[in-house]
């Protein structure tokens, strides 16, 4: 399993500057930002270029929280402008209720240049425990690409695994792809550790 040559980017202009590097099998990401949400971002993105289909697949093994919402993923992004259309399979630090989810494992999109993101949570009302925990440093990502279909999957040992959603949206083929950290808090960095960072394409 070889990581892929990821180019470092502050998406958004954060007040604090992040970076990344690779350590053996580890990426480590160090991410400021205000959040990717809403009809703008700011954050951390370690990414590639990639065009057409693909799997890309992560044990997110460790994150550092400033906030309720800091988060760390995968994400296929359409440019480095704050406002990009994106798709995002995202790890929150832990399993703390959050608006409709009580797991840290959530999935987002933005359809438009500039338009709000839009949150896919588990079937409501939420069951006593989460369907999707996040539970560090078990906690694998797969993003998916077959032309305009997304597959997000999370598993808690990079075997077995469980499809968070199933997702259409019309993409350029040729994008971004690779990591993604915000850390909610203006005023903080946080840490993602990230392993066995493996991109497929066919």
């Known amino acids: 399993m070889k990581t892929p040559a990821l180019t470092p980017s502050d998406v958004g202009s954060p ?104 949150g896919v949570y588990p079937p409501q009302p939420l069951p006593a425990q989460p369907v999707f925990p996040a539970n560090f440093p078990r906690v694998w990502l797969r993003l998916s690409r077959q032309g305009d279909t997304f597959a997000a999957s999370h598993s808690s040992d990079g075997w077995a695994w469980r499809t968070l959603t199933v997702h259409r949206q019309a993409l350029p083929a040729a994008a971004y792809i690779g990591l993604a950290v915000t850390s909610h808090n203006v005023d903080q960095t946080v840490r993602a550790v990230f392993r066995q960072v493996e991109l497929v394409q066919p």
């Open 15 to 118: 007040r604090l500057a992040g970076s990344n590097r690779v350590a053996g099998s580890e990426v480590i990401v160090v991410a400021g930002g205000r959040d990717i949400w809403e009809t703008s971002d700011e954050c951390h993105f370690a990414h590639a270029r990639v065009s057409g289909d693909f799997t890309l697949t992560a044990n997110v093994a460790a994150l550092a929280m400033a906030d309720l919402y800091t988060k760390a993923g995968l994400m296929l992004r359409t440019s480095l402008e704050a406002g990009a259309e994106h798709v995002f399979l995202l790890s929150f630090g832990d399993n703390q209720a959050r608006n409709r989810n009580n797991g840290g494992i959530e999935f987002q999109f933005r359809t438009q240049p500039n338009a709000a993101c839009t």
